[in-house]
């Protein structure tokens, strides 16, 4: 364990200050009597100025590769690293073995064989793991769990869970962001929702004993671009009209005084010029059916787990962005639950119960990420760190792990068109 004098905050370093990092270094700053950023290991010149001046951090606190900063002597008690999905396992692996504790975004690591690497050396070396499956950090999962441990519903016969992604968010991060090919990231049902399979195996509380998929990557392809449509939204004569227009989609962003996500990942500092520069020359301004994307647009998983009870995952591009959907029956009840309100419906007298489980009014749209989901995924997280005791993280390593081996046998269903057995 770090030696760490009394109640001192948890000195952390952050490899990565993209927006997850800023998220969590925000978090952070928030709590300054429990928690400090100590150093950046971060490539982009621009978010090293930002964070510099963010987290007050002097010139030899910043580091351009995080391999300067942990081949020195250990002076920090934590690493949350929001690097590339590609990119997890190299600093994984070496801060755990450094002894520090590892908070890392998820996915763990785009292949099986990485995700073993990394939970084996954080095991190894027994220091803190978390990975950011925050969906389990909701004040709403927490009351949906203890209603369903009170047996509020009886038994669990089926889940049905829907992630709405977005056209617009789709479109950003999957058709034209970083997300958007599978050898460069990951397949989307890990990238995007690996921890959704996370969640139904935490709500159902049950072992998964056979999955299967199906999914693909059908509507942004070459073949639908319209013939009037340019390589480029900045020339195109339909950038007024088209859903997927960059030009509607960040304008819009720019119009209602919204500059962070999506618009700061264009650019550091967002403004009418920075960002229609960015639209002309980077790949936010490509054309949705003129990109190298490959990633499914739409996915379904279903699920048997042990005892019989079954599940299906809905993952989809083609909606507006909303919170997730959920509807849970039960032998004695029914429960329909959306990220805020949990509403329970009992057979045996014939009520409707509606719980208001919205997290706490924030005005500030970093520590409400989620539904509440980032600031209780840091406050567990810190704490564990604090009392080196990894019982105060909901989901464990083995835990991660399992969802992952999930997402692996699903995208072995969908590929080869069959049922996976786990058993």
Not at 81 to 99: K, L
Not at 340 to 352: A, K, N
């Amino acid at each position: 364990m770090p030696m760490r004098a009394g109640h001192e905050p948890v000195r952390v370093v952050l490899v990565g200050t993209g927006i997850r990092g800023e998220i969590y270094g925000h978090w952070i700053d928030e709590h300054p009597d429990r928690a400090e950023v100590v150093a950046v290991a971060e490539p982009h010149p621009a978010r090293q100025r930002i964070a510099a001046e963010r987290h007050r951090l002097p010139t030899s606190a910043i580091f351009q590769d995080w391999r300067e900063l942990v081949g020195r002597p250990r002076f920090a008690d934590a690493v949350v690293i929001t690097t590339q999905d590609a990119q997890h396992v190299e600093p994984a692996v070496a801060f755990a073995e450094a002894g520090y504790a590892v908070l890392l975004e998820k996915p763990i690591a785009p292949t099986e064989e990485e995700c073993r690497r990394v939970v084996d050396a954080v095991t190894r070396n027994k220091v803190p793991f978390g990975v950011c499956h925050v969906l389990r950090y909701t004040p709403y999962t927490r009351m949906l769990r203890t209603l369903l441990d009170e047996g509020r519903i009886g038994e669990i016969v089926n889940v049905d869970h829907i992630e709405p992604v977005g056209f617009a968010h789709y479109a950003h991060s999957y058709v034209r962001g970083n997300w958007r090919r599978e050898q460069t990231s990951a397949p989307m049902l890990l990238a995007k929702s690996c921890h959704d399979l996370d969640w139904l195996r935490h709500i159902v509380g049950r072992p998964v004993r056979a999955i299967s998929s199906f999914g693909s990557l059908s509507y942004f392809v070459p073949g639908n671009r319209p013939d009037a449509a340019a390589d480029r939204c900045t020339d195109c004569v339909l950038q007024d009209s088209c859903a997927y227009s960059a030009t509607r989609i960040y304008g819009e962003h720019l119009a209602a005084g919204d500059l962070a996500w999506p618009l700061s990942v264009l650019t550091p500092h967002p403004t009418e010029e920075s960002v229609a520069a960015a639209l002309r020359t980077g790949p936010y301004g490509r054309c949705v059916w003129a990109c190298d994307n490959d990633v499914v647009d739409r996915q379904v998983v279903a699920l048997e787990f042990d005892g019989g009870a079954t599940a299906t995952f809905t993952m989809t591009a083609f909606s507006t962005s909303r919170p997730r959907v959920t509807h849970i029956f039960g032998t004695m009840g029914e429960i329909f639950c959306d990220g805020s309100i949990i509403r329970v419906t009992d057979f045996r007298t014939r009520e409707t119960r509606t719980i208001d489980a919205t997290a706490p009014a924030t005005d500030d749209p970093l520590l409400s990420g989620h539904s509440g989901g980032d600031a209780g995924l840091m406050n567990d997280f810190i704490t564990a760190v604090a009392t080196w005791d990894d019982r105060w993280i909901a989901d464990t390593a083995a835990e991660a792990m399992a969802a992952h081996e999930l997402v692996f046998a699903a995208e072995r269903a969908r590929r080869e068109r069959r049922v996976v057995r786990l058993d």
